[in-house]
């Protein structure tokens, strides 16, 4: 996928499809763990850099309330849409900015969030290195991650192998993507990581491989 395609798609289908629904989305028991999950992390007076943040919905105008926030996005269209929801918060700054190159120094936050995003990057491994690079040693990178082990993601990945096998090397505009989980918690525990799991309505994953049943994970790691 061209990078001009890629950005054109957040700039128009994808924020004017979000627009709309956002308001409507996120509002669930489940969310509002996984907010307050995030939340938790955030030490007083600390930082929390939310990465693909879209127009803010729900994630990052719920943590703007009473947390500093820092958030970038690729569309510069869909931050113009969250600027107005976030100015009665406790205050956050924004910038334009892709997963794969953030416009942030290295260690700015001490919690870096990334929701509903990473699946899609095209090359999801530069999205991690680089958001690992702007989490504060000793601070959190929380994110979720379509789990490829789970069946659906399979049945997903096997229908395109035969319809466009190209398309799992290069992907299209605004396609979703899934990865190993397995193998992202073992980059970040070479990196010292101590890695937490979480289901998508925010509860805890027990067991040494849960990730079968399970088609979103989130995944929260501490940077030592």
Sequence with gaps: MGSSGYRAHFEGPYADFWKDQARRYGHDAGHQRLIDLVAALVPAGGM??????GNGF?????????????????????LALARPELSGGAGARLAAGDLRALPFRTGAANVVACARATNYVPRFTEALEELWRVTAPGGWLVFDCFNRGHPARRKERRRLLLRSPWRLVFPAPGQQQSVDVLGVVRWLETRGGEVRLHDDQGFPLAGAAPWPGTPTVWIAARKP
């Design 48 to 53: 929390l850099l939310d990465c693909g943040m």
């Design 58 to 78: 729900p994630f990052t105008i719920a943590w703007s309330r009473s947390l500093k926030v820092a958030g970038c996005d690729l569309s510069a269209r869909a």
